[in-house]
T-cell receptor, first 114, second 115 residues
Framework: GDSVTQMEGPVTLSEEAFLTINCTYT??????LFWYVQYPGEGLQLLLK?????DKGSNKGFEATYRKETTSFHLEKGSVQVSDSAVYFC?????????????FGGGTRVLVKP | EPEVTQTPSHQVTQMGQEVILRCVPI?????FYWYRQILGQKVEFLVS????????KSEIFDDQFSVERPDGSNFTLKIRSTKLEDSAMYFC?????????????FGPGTRLLVL
């Protein structure tokens, strides 16, 4: 079945540091890929997405590129802020006749210190 | 901006009791989902619902679980006889269509504690 593997946290950074969170996937078909973010005490918010190979999703300074050859969708941000402290989830969705469910990775907690 | 809402935000129940978790999806959305997240673990798919029927369910979604869209706006998850291991955060999500470009939008979650 489909699965998503992402680096375990917590990741602790200083403000303005570079952030990378690795994400790799296995899928039987050709999935769409997503990064969701969960701020403390809140639900899941879509951060960015990519629906085909070599697409780059971007939002709020975060970027991720859909790499079909390495089955990866790594999240990057060049200069993090304290407000980026959250749990980040990589996810995939395969387009099927039924459901289009999301399959999530385990989440990576990021803590940015001032 | 339209958003998915869920009630209650927290629920505490005794083992063996029935609970109903409520969700109001975004109004023009057609696909509805329930996920759960046990504390410290990954978010897991429970069930998807389209055109007034279940389109897919996971092995977690056994006979103790059911979903319903009782009217044009609400989408509910019922757990008939709760177990300790049902304690989790339950998220509702919706999407407008089944296309590749479409995003699932999540509600803020209901934290369920079974004692």
């Amino acid at each position: 079945g489909d699965s998503v593997t992402q680096m375990e946290g917590p990741v602790t950074l200083s403000e303005e540091a570079f952030l990378t969170i690795n994400c790799t996937y296995t899928a039987t078909g050709y999935p769409s890929l997503f990064w969701y973010v969960q701020y403390p005490g809140e639900g899941l918010q879509l951060l960015l997405k990519a629906t085909k190979a070599d697409d780059k999703g971007s939002n709020k300074g975060f970027e991720a590129t859909y790499r079909k050859e390495t089955t990866s969708f790594h999240l990057e941000k060049g200069s993090v802020q304290v407000s980026d402290s959250a749990v980040y989830f990589c996810a995939l969705s395969e387009i099927k006749a039924a459901g289009n469910k999301l399959t999530f990775g385990g989440g990576t907690r990021v803590l940015v210190k001032p | 901006e339209p958003e998915v809402t869920q009630t209650p935000s927290h629920q505490v129940t005794q083992m063996g009791q029935e609970v109903i978790l409520r969700c109001v999806p975004i109004s023009n959305h057609l696909y509805f989902y329930w996920y759960r997240q046990i504390l410290g673990q990954k978010v897991e798919f429970l069930v998807s619902f389209y055109n007034n029927e279940i389109s897919e369910k996971s092995e977690i979604f056994d006979d103790q679980f059911s979903v319903e869209r009782p009217d044009g706006s609400n989408f509910t998850l019922k757990i008939r006889s709760t177990k300790l291991e049902d304690s989790a955060m339950y998220f509702c999500a919706s999407r407008v269509s089944g296309g590749r470009q479409e995003t699932q939008y999540f509600g803020p979650g209901t934290r369920l504690l079974v004692l």
